[in-house]
C-alpha cells in the first residue's frame, strides 16, 4: 500500500497543529484543559495539571507575552498552593514577567517575599537569596522604590 500521497497532507496538519497551539486560541484551549478538575481530587490529575500549566507559562515568557504568562502561572500558584511541585519557581518567574512589564514594587514585594522564605531551599530553579537581593536592591535602587 502506497502512502506517499498521505506526506504533504499530514505535514500541513502538523503545521496547523503547532501554529494553533501557539495561537492564543491555543494557549487558552490548553490553560483550559489543565484548570478543568478541582484541585485536590485526584492528587495524580493535580500534579499533571499544575506541571501543565507551568510549562505554559514558561512557553508564553519565551514568546515574550508576559502578562499572560503572569497569569497562566498565578493561576497554577492559586490553584495549588505551596502543594504545587512548581510553586516556588513560578513565584520567582511571576517577579521575572512583574519585571519586564516595568511594574517594579510589585516584583519587589515577590522578590521580598521569596527571601524571606529562602525558596532556593524548596526549589534549586528559584536564585539563591544573595542573588535575589542584589536583583531586589537594584530595583529599590535604580526604581526608587519603597521597601
Given at each position: 500500500?502506497?502512502?506517499?500521497?498521505?506526506?504533504?497532507?499530514?505535514?500541513?496538519?502538523?503545521?496547523?497543529?503547532?501554529?494553533?497551539?501557539?495561537?492564543?486560541?491555543?494557549?487558552?484551549?490548553?490553560?483550559?484543559?489543565?484548570?478543568?478538575?478541582?484541585?485536590?481530587?485526584?492528587?495524580?490529575?493535580?500534579?499533571?495539571?499544575?506541571?501543565?500549566?507551568?510549562?505554559?507559562?514558561?512557553?508564553?515568557?519565551?514568546?515574550?507575552?508576559?502578562?499572560?504568562?503572569?497569569?497562566?502561572?498565578?493561576?497554577?500558584?492559586?490553584?495549588?498552593?505551596?502543594?504545587?511541585?512548581?510553586?516556588?519557581?513560578?513565584?520567582?518567574?511571576?517577579?521575572?514577567?512583574?519585571?519586564?512589564?516595568?511594574?517594579?514594587?510589585?516584583?519587589?514585594?515577590?522578590?521580598?517575599?521569596?527571601?524571606?522564605?529562602?525558596?532556593?531551599?524548596?526549589?534549586s530553579r528559584v536564585p539563591r537569596n544573595d542573588i535575589l537581593r542584589r536583583h531586589?536592591?537594584?530595583?529599590?535602587?535604580?526604581?526608587?522604590?519603597?521597601?
Amino acid at each position: 500500500m502506497d502512502l506517499s500521497g498521505l506526506k504533504w497532507p499530514i505535514i500541513i496538519a502538523l503545521i496547523a497543529g503547532v501554529v494553533f497551539i501557539a495561537s492564543s486560541p491555543g494557549v487558552n484551549y490548553l490553560v483550559s484543559n489543565f484548570t478543568d478538575a478541582n484541585p485536590g481530587e485526584d492528587p495524580e490529575r493535580d500534579k499533571i495539571d499544575e506541571a501543565g500549566l507551568s510549562r505554559i507559562g514558561g512557553y508564553l515568557m519565551y514568546q515574550f507575552r508576559y502578562e499572560r504568562a503572569m497569569d497562566v502561572m498565578q493561576t497554577a500558584i492559586n490553584r495549588y498552593g505551596y502543594d504545587g511541585a512548581n510553586y516556588w519557581h513560578n513565584k520567582y518567574r511571576t517577579a521575572r514577567c512583574l519585571d519586564r512589564l516595568k511594574r517594579y514594587q510589585e516584583s519587589y514585594d515577590v522578590l521580598q517575599e521569596l527571601i524571606s522564605a529562602e525558596a532556593n531551599q524548596y526549589d534549586s530553579r528559584v536564585p539563591r537569596n544573595d542573588i535575589l537581593r542584589r536583583h531586589a536592591a537594584t530595583l529599590r535602587e535604580v526604581h526608587s522604590l519603597s521597601g
